[in-house]
């Protein structure tokens, strides 16, 4: 059975997300569309000043959901990426991509992921023009986009500046007002002023496009994926069980068969520093 072949699916984005995505949904034969009318800032902004609508999962279905209630159509994509510390790496920021896929018509959703520490999310008072021009270039600067604001959470935001000319502008401005001597700049997270943020987006959607192609061995619905984890993976010392995953768990959404996997690189044993018998 062919869930996709020939459908439509409403892309929620603003932010020319169609531009990775659209691309490699093809291969499913999968025709993308995006919503003339729907503003994707109301479900949250980068800058803070619209507060995000709920966890990062939570977030793309009520997109998912306010899309298709606009075109009419079964089938949603929306995307939602989030920035902080990496959850492996100390003191290393990462951007974690989410792609959604939601059929409604056959009430199922499926997912794809993309962590990646190559960001350039920055932010930082500056004084003067002079002194952001040479932080800036650091940051990608033209080719990635700026915010400059009156303070770190204030509200008089401008969003996308991609000339020098934009930024001092802006930057004169705000330092006018009396009293005023620092302004926030920071780089502008949104995906069509942002490269390096819309390269992950494209990775999340070839994850996602794997995920479409993994099929239950009982009811052949797609999107049969880990939900699971067994840790236990033996210490190549002692013998004795680790906290290292020794098997996953795919599970199917629809008919809800499980089936445990090994770790795909057949490890039998983990290095005796990962014991904590051996390496207490």
């Known amino acids: ?3 996709f072949k020939g459908r439509k699916a409403v892309l929620a984005t603003m932010h020319g ?3 990775v995505i659209a691309p490699l949904l093809k291969e499913l034969d999968i025709e993308v569309v995006v919503p003339l009318a729907l503003n994707t800032d109301l479900f949250g902004t980068f800058t803070r000043d619209i507060k995000r609508a709920g966890n990062q999962l939570e977030a793309a279905r009520a997109k998912a959901k306010v899309a298709l209630a606009i075109t009419g159509l079964d089938l949603a994509i929306a995307s939602e990426g989030s920035f902080g510390s990496h959850p492996a790496i100390p003191w290393v920021q990462s951007n974690l991509e989410l792609v ?5 018509e056959n009430d199922i959703e499926i997912r794809g992921h993309a962590r990646s520490s190559e960001t350039n999310a920055n932010g930082i008072y500056v004084s003067s023009f002079a002194e952001a021009k040479k ?4 940051w990608g600067f033209p ?9 770190e959470n204030g509200n008089t935001i401008y969003k996308g500046i991609t000339t020098y000319e ?7 401005q705000l330092l006018g007002i009396i009293f005023r001597k620092k302004v926030f700049i ?8 942002n490269p390096t943020r819309m390269k992950n987006i494209g990775i999340a959607t070839e994850d996602l496009l794997k995920n479409m192609k993994s099929f239950c061995p009982k009811c052949q619905c797609p999107g049969f994926v880990v939900i699971d984890t067994k840790k236990g993976l033996p210490c190549g010392g002692c013998g004795l069980a680790t906290d290292m995953i020794s098997a996953y768990i795919y599970g199917c959404q629809k008919c809800k068969y499980e089936e445990r996997r ?11 520093g990962q014991c904590n018998y051996c390496n207490p």
Request: aromatic share 2%; proline share 4%; hydrophobic share 30%.
């Open 135 to 138: 932080i800036v270039k650091e």
């Open 166 to 172: 934009e930024l001092e502008n802006r930057i004169q």
């Open 17 to 19: 997300k169609e531009k």
């Open 100 to 104: 959604l896929l939601v059929d409604k």
């Open 262 to 272: 090994l770790r795909p690189d057949t490890k039998e044993t983990t290095d005796p």
């Open 1 to 3: 059975m062919n869930y």
């Open 143 to 151: 080719k990635h986009g700026l915010v400059v604001r009156n303070s």
């Open 186 to 193: 920071e780089t502008d997270l949104r995906a069509h002023m």
